[in-house]
């Protein structure tokens, strides 16, 4: 498909700021959405490396004292990880809402 196709969304063989506008809205919206997707893959990889590393202090690989050596560095380690799904979380709902805003807006 040729950029001129891309771009006459009502196939009439004119390129019309109209098309133009529809085009730049689904780009946005397929920006938006990569977005959107990347984030959800960030906070599951957090949440999975947290559920992973319990697991694994919890097990008899690991000694007490190692566990006690290492606890400031795992303190910090869960907070980081629990602060990155927790903001994905946050983030989600806002623009959720943003984007019921804007669909109002638009009605």
């Known amino acids: 498909m040729a950029v001129n196709e891309e771009f006459d969304t ?11 506008d529809i085009m730049k809205e689904v780009k946005q919206e397929q920006r ?5 997707r990347n ?11 947290m559920i992973i590393f ?4 919890l097990s008899p690989l690991v000694t007490d004292t190692r566990v006690e050596v290492l606890s400031a560095l795992l303190s910090t380690f869960y907070v980081a990880q629990a602060g990155v799904v927790g903001a994905y979380m946050g983030f ?16």
């Open 32 to 36: 938006t959405d990569r977005k959107m």
């Open 39 to 49: 984030q959800r893959r960030m906070a599951w990889a957090a949440m999975a490396t």
């Open 54 to 57: 319990t697991a694994i202090i």
């Open 10 to 20: 009502d196939k009439d063989g004119i390129i019309e700021k109209e098309d133009i």
């Open 92 to 107: 989600s709902v806002m623009q959720d809402r943003n984007r019921n805003e804007d669909k109002e807006d638009n009605y």
